[in-house]
């Protein structure tokens, strides 16, 4: 089949400290050009394309992209400083140099400030960011079908970090009340209940052997473990794998060599303990006192260093 010229998009991407020798561009999760760096070691390309939001990656760092038929458009950057430093010129360059500025504008704002406000002054936050990223959209008088797509994405982040919101809160409800009981096959035999551990700090991670985010975590929670061994807390790990996957579950601990009080819930996601908690995404972390009242029902990751503050201020 014949591609004709109009229906290409020719891209060049100038990187310094570049992560690589490819870069990737990618529609949603799949890969739709894959570009190799040539012997001066630019990255250049010329393709078909479709009109729409892309996303460019080099190694771990990305950046979205607007790209249609016709363009003719010139990235450059630092990859050790990859958002600060992008810049585009050539046909195209408006839209982009308009979605790398918005990137910095959003790296600036306080996510846990924002969502921590009550839901009358969280709404005034997000409908104050609403009109002022839409009043610098119009200001900038960019192409129609960009600015379409784009007010499509604002609307869209917005709405989820309003359900985020409104799981926040209904978590912070749980706080200072009574724990549910569990009762759960422990790893090393036998069964394992939350009243058994009364008398001690609890921080509860839910998780499965398929959760990416969930295995990011394993080193951080080892970590904790160790710092607190034989001090008046439980590490305990309540995986939500399905049934068939109770021997990979089993496997998946010994290998890793996993600590703490390792369980397996008894009907996963639909686990009474589970559904008290309203879980619907994973990881997900809780803290419970020594008299089974929950201290924070969305309490922080093993990773972020506020843990480690809040545990060394409970747990002697």
């Not at 790296?107 to 005034?124: G, P």
């Not at 790990?237 to 397996?264: A, M, N, P, R, Y």
Request: net charge neutral.
């Amino acid at each position: 089949m014949t591609v004709f010229a109009q229906e290409t998009l020719t891209i060049q991407v100038d990187i310094t400290n570049r992560k690589g020798d490819v870069v990737y561009l990618r529609e949603g999760r799949k890969n739709i050009q894959e570009i190799k760096a040539d012997d001066k070691g630019v990255f250049k390309s010329t393709f078909a394309i479709k009109e729409g939001m892309y996303t460019f990656f080099d190694g771990n760092e990305y950046a979205q992209l607007f790209l249609k038929p016709g363009y003719d458009l010139k990235m450059t950057l630092d990859a050790t400083k990859f958002d600060a430093t992008l810049q585009f010129s050539g046909t195209g360059a408006k839209e982009n140099n308009f979605l790398a500025a918005q990137t910095l504008i959003d790296q600036k704002i306080d996510f846990d400030s924002l969502l921590a406000l009550d839901e009358t002054n969280f709404n005034k936050a997000i409908e104050e960011k609403r009109n002022a990223d839409t009043a610098r959209l119009e200001k900038a008088a960019l192409e129609a079908n960009f600015a379409t797509l784009f007010k499509n994405s604002l609307e869209a982040n917005l709405n989820g970090l309003k359900q985020y919101h409104t799981q926040i809160m209904a978590n912070k409800k749980l706080n200072n009340t009574a724990a549910p009981n569990f009762v759960y096959e422990n790893h090393k035999g036998g069964t394992t209940s939350l009243e058994s551990l009364k008398g001690k700090y609890v921080y509860v991670d839910v998780w499965a052997t398929w959760c990416g985010p969930c295995r990011a975590e394993i080193p951080f929670l080892k970590e904790l473990e160790k710092s607190y061994h034989g001090k008046n807390i439980e590490f305990v790990s309540i995986s939500v794998d399905v049934d068939k996957d109770h021997e990979k579950w089993k496997t998946f601990v010994t290998e890793k060599e996993l600590g703490g009080t390792q369980l397996f819930a008894d009907k996963n996601w639909n686990s009474d303990f589970i559904k008290a908690f309203g879980i619907e995404s994973i990881p997900r972390f809780i803290l419970i006192d020594p008299k089974g009242v929950v201290i924070d029902a969305d309490a922080a990751r093993p990773s972020n260093p506020k843990l480690k503050t809040q545990l060394d201020g409970l747990v002697k």
